[in-house]
């Protein structure tokens, strides 16, 4: 079924294991992932950013996935990095069963009053949200300096905003990584330990499997993915491209970016529930 990322990250959460949640951009990436799910039989989430829905169109992804989705694992349709409260209630009229609402850059009073705002938008059509207090660095909709979630601010958004899960800053970064990362996995720990809802990593493409394997272990129920896939679907259709069966069709050359996005979000998944 398509359901909302709160009834997927709360399974998570008591399982101690991760959704992995996968930023698409076109239709291949749409059947790369579904693919991946339908071969390994567990859960997933196929998101978007504003850029993307500029790019491609609000409604057209929300239906791409439910034009090809083939069930074997619950799923759920949801919004990365909302701005803005008309971005997030155009998703949801489009079909999304989860949003999320940036206001990370915002001084806190105000970031939670505007993911209040979404929060009672949103769980009023049954949909389910998702914030970010604290910076992720490299970000795709907003630019800034990485800070990290303070635990006793984690504590009091969590409590005045209702939301339903929360994406922290404990070091990670959108993009390719310059340099090696450092993790605040003890941050993520601890606000684990005073918060009931489940924690998201976002910038998780370049992490080491050992450290996606300590983020989960130690409370993080979401992890995103986009640099990951973006590189894979290049890479095949560069191979798609060189390959003899490559004609003017475009159906004879993007089966291979397909299948690279496949590969490398079956893998993903692996990680990220090895135990589901």
Do not use: W
């Not at 989705?69 to 489009?94: F, W």
């Not at 998702?130 to 601010?153: N, R, S």
């Not at 992490?207 to 300590?214: F, K, M, P, Q």
């Not at 992890?223 to 560069?238: D, K, M, P, V, W």
Request: charge should be negative; hydrophobic fraction near 40%; proline fraction near 3%.
């Amino acid at each position: 079924m398509i359901i909302t990322n709160s009834d997927l990250l709360l399974r998570a959460k008591k399982g101690g294991y991760a959704i992995p949640a996968f930023n698409v951009d076109n239709l291949e990436s749409v059947l790369g992932v579904l693919n991946a799910i339908e071969k390994t039989s567990k859960s997933a989430i196929i998101q978007t950013i504003p850029r993307t829905l500029k790019y491609g169109g609000t409604a057209t992804y929300s239906a791409l996935v439910r034009a090809l989705y083939r069930g074997g694992a619950d799923i759920s349709v949801h919004l990365d990095h909302g701005g803005d409260i008309k971005t997030c209630e155009d998703c949801i009229k489009a079909g999304y069963t989860s949003v999320m609402i940036d206001g990370s850059m915002l001084d806190f009073d105000k970031n939670v009053e505007l993911t209040r705002k979404v929060v009672d938008l949103a769980h009023a059509s049954g949909v389910s949200v998702e914030a970010e207090l604290g910076t992720i660095g490299g970000k795709e909709e907003t630019e800034g300096e990485i800070k990290y979630t303070e635990v006793d601010e984690a504590v009091e958004f969590v409590k005045r905003t209702g939301v339903d899960s929360l994406a922290i800053g404990v070091g990670t970064a959108h993009g390719v990584y310059k340099g090696e990362p450092h993790i605040a996995v003890d941050r993520i720990k601890e606000i684990a330990n005073v918060v009931d809802i489940p924690l998201v990593l976002h910038g998780a493409s370049g992490l080491s499997d050992e450290v996606i394997r300590a983020c989960i272990n130690a409370g993080i129920s979401k992890i995103n993915f986009a640099t990951h896939l973006r590189q894979a679907f290049s890479e095949g259709l560069r191979k798609g491209l060189a390959s003899g069966e490559a004609t003017y069709d475009p159906k004879t050359y993007l089966p291979y970016a397909i299948k690279a996005v496949e590969d490398v979000a079956t893998k993903i998944i692996g990680l990220c529930q090895p135990n589901a």
